[in-house]
């Protein structure tokens, strides 16, 4: 079965990726959970000293010992479509990349109760998503959120994950 369980998410950043062809891609440096269910959808990938960070679906990737196996071959990932900050992915940003991986948009995942895949316990999710205090601020104010500018990041971190974002 394709996806990463819960159980495979402790360690998981600095894991290397290896690709459908058995080269390694590079090394996962974080994971990005879907706004809305809170289902991990995206690994961050450095792909080398002068590679940037480039995002790899993790809906069929797999978790073997200490790596990450994805379908896709280095050259994939490589060329794949940058968006403007990978902490922030915008539903454009995330239909471009699909389409460049090849998966439908229909089968991301948006619903951890129907999801294959895995989704990120409360505790885990602080620790994997490492958003900075003004990542979590500007979350907390696309969502309305009241009080948020005298919030510390642990605070903004329970207000942003209650209201779902």
Same mark, same amino acid.
Do not use: N
């Given at each position: 079965? *394709?996806?990463?369980? #819960?159980?495979?998410?402790?360690?998981?950043?600095?894991?290397?990726?290896?690709? !459908?062809?058995?080269?390694?891609?590079?090394?996962?440096? #974080?994971?990005?959970? #879907?706004?809305?269910?809170?289902?991990? &959808?995206?690994?961050?990938?450095? @792909?080398?000293?002068?590679?940037?960070?480039?995002?790899?679906?993790?809906?069929?990737?797999?978790?073997?010992? *200490?790596?990450?196996?994805? %379908?896709?071959?280095?050259?994939?990932?490589?060329?794949? %479509?940058?968006?403007?900050?990978?902490? +922030?992915?915008?539903?454009? &940003? &995330?239909?471009?990349? $699909?389409?460049? $991986?090849?998966?439908? +948009? =229909?089968?991301?995942?948006? *619903?951890?109760? @129907?999801?294959?895949?895995? @989704?990120? %316990?409360? %505790?885990?999710?602080?620790?994997?998503?490492?958003?900075?205090?003004?990542?979590? $601020?500007?979350? =907390?104010?696309?969502? !309305?959120?009241?009080?948020?500018?005298?919030? @510390?990041? &642990?605070?903004?971190?329970?207000?942003?994950?209650?209201?779902?974002?």
């Amino acid at each position: 079965m *394709d996806g990463i369980r #819960d159980e495979d998410l402790l360690g998981i950043t600095g894991c290397a990726v290896v690709g !459908g062809r058995g080269e390694t891609i590079g090394k996962l440096t #974080d994971v990005r959970l #879907d706004d809305a269910s809170g289902v991990a &959808e995206w690994g961050v990938v450095k @792909t080398g000293m002068l590679g940037g960070p480039k995002l790899v679906p993790l809906v069929r990737a797999q978790r073997r010992g *200490d790596d990450i196996f994805v %379908p896709w071959d280095k050259g994939t990932v490589k060329t794949a %479509p940058d968006v403007a900050d990978p902490a +922030f992915i915008s539903e454009a &940003e &995330e239909m471009r990349l $699909y389409s460049h $991986y090849g998966v439908a +948009f =229909a089968d991301a995942p948006t *619903d951890p109760s @129907t999801h294959s895949g895995w @989704t990120l %316990p409360q %505790p885990q999710r602080a620790a994997i998503s490492a958003c900075t205090k003004a990542e979590l $601020y500007e979350r =907390a104010r696309r969502l !309305g959120i009241a009080g948020r500018s005298h919030m @510390t990041k &642990e605070a903004l971190y329970e207000a942003v994950t209650a209201a779902g974002g």
